[in-house]
Nanobody, 119 residues
Framework: QVQLVESGGGLVQAGGSLRLSCAAS????????MGWFRQAPGKERERVAS????????DYADSVKGRFTISRDNAKNTVYLQMNSMKPEDTAVYYC?????WGSGYEYWGQGTQVTVSS
């Protein structure tokens, strides 16, 4: 069982930056691939970025490539999402999630944190 708690959301102007954090409970954090997802009002949830258990492999949605960076600190049981050059279309609730196997379904989800980008 993994419990995930996101933080760091808020209101930012277009072109600005935010860093989201996701703290995981338990001693097996390094056993999970992690991902960040987002869901805007009236839209389906979409994957934003993923990171492997070691942190060596990352993957991004085309919409955020070059602007967002996912990273993790296994010693702190935390995964991060650094968001730069933000756009109004980045406005959404952001969720972190954990998967035992890279590329498989995500089994554990956080409660989400709101990110709003004003124009």
């Amino acid at each position: 069982q993994v419990q995930l708690v996101e933080s760091g959301g808020g209101l930012v102007q277009a072109g600005g930056s935010l860093r989201l954090s996701c703290a995981a409970s338990g001693r097996t954090f390094s056993s999970y691939s992690m991902g960040w997802f987002r869901q805007a009002p009236g839209k389906e949830r979409e994957r934003v970025a993923s990171i492997s258990r070691s942190g060596i492999t990352t993957d991004y949605a085309d919409s955020v490539k070059g602007r967002f960076t996912i990273s993790r600190d296994n010693a702190k049981n935390t995964v991060y999402l650094q968001m730069n050059s933000m756009k109004p279309e980045d406005t959404a609730v952001y969720y972190c999630a954990a998967a035992r196997i890279w590329g498989s379904g995500y089994e554990y989800w956080g409660q989400g944190t709101q990110v709003t980008v004003s124009s």
